[in-house]
């Protein structure tokens, strides 16, 4: 299939790391702060049995803004891959964009193509897995990644909750996603149930064809 379901990571696979120190939340930056959010493989699982590719899209700053090494980048990506295909649900390929335009390291300071809202990301998964970005699917928890489908022609899915603040963001950016949704479950359901009723008519008409074949015989 030229289909996809393009995940956000940190908010939509792992929960978010809180660091009491600060104040803040923010990405894991050690392996035992990643912690996948419940019921994900489930639903990482519902798109595998969808024979749609699950792919990760996602802004990852931290080692350029000198909170992480690309080692322990690659210890947590690798905890991800191997807890989710320990309870049977598989990643088909992952794309990070590494660049801030603050970074403190020179190598990763630059305003890139690949960081989302922008679709540099999308479009070479596009490019390598033969997508038609047209129907397939974001998943994100933020504005942004709603702003980066919404570009590239996806159909978009919200992890939030439809307060006030989020109304008022929406409005001010000018983006709306096609559902808000609690969870990763939730939004594997909804796409369950949009490619099953996009199959129907396809098998109605391919149904049609063949009898009129039979009676023009």
């Not at 030229?2 to 908010?11: H, K, M, P, Q, S």
């Not at 809202?117 to 709603?146: E, Q």
């Not at 996009?198 to 049609?208: E, G």
Request: aromatic share 6%.
């Amino acid at each position: 299939m030229n289909r996809a379901v393009f995940l956000d990571r940190d908010g939509v696979i792992n929960e978010i790391a809180y660091f009491p120190e600060l104040g803040l939340l923010d990405s894991p930056l050690n392996v035992k702060q990643f912690k996948l959010l419940p019921k994900v493989a489930e639903a990482i699982m519902v798109l595998n049995r969808l024979d749609l590719k699950v792919i990760v899209v996602s802004n990852q700053p931290a080692i350029a803004k000198g909170k992480m090494t690309m080692k322990t980048f690659e210890e947590i990506r690798l905890k991800m891959k191997r807890e989710l295909e320990r309870r049977g649900a598989h990643l088909d390929d992952e794309y990070y964009c590494f660049h801030h335009p603050s970074a403190k390291a020179a190598k990763y300071r630059a305003s890139c193509d690949c960081r989302k809202p922008r679709l540099g990301l999308f479009l070479k998964a596009a490019k390598g897995f033969g997508l038609d970005l047209k129907k397939c699917y974001v998943v994100g928890d933020s504005l942004t990644d709603v702003k980066a489908a919404k570009a590239v022609g996806c159909r978009t899915i919200l992890i939030g909750s439809l307060k006030c603040d989020l109304c008022r963001f929406m409005e001010v950016e000018g983006v709306k996603p096609d559902h808000i949704v609690a969870d990763l479950l939730e939004a594997s359901k909804i796409i369950e149930r949009e490619i099953s009723e996009s199959v129907k008519p396809d098998l109605i008409m391919s149904k049609a064809f063949r009898t009129s074949k039979i009676i023009k015989r």
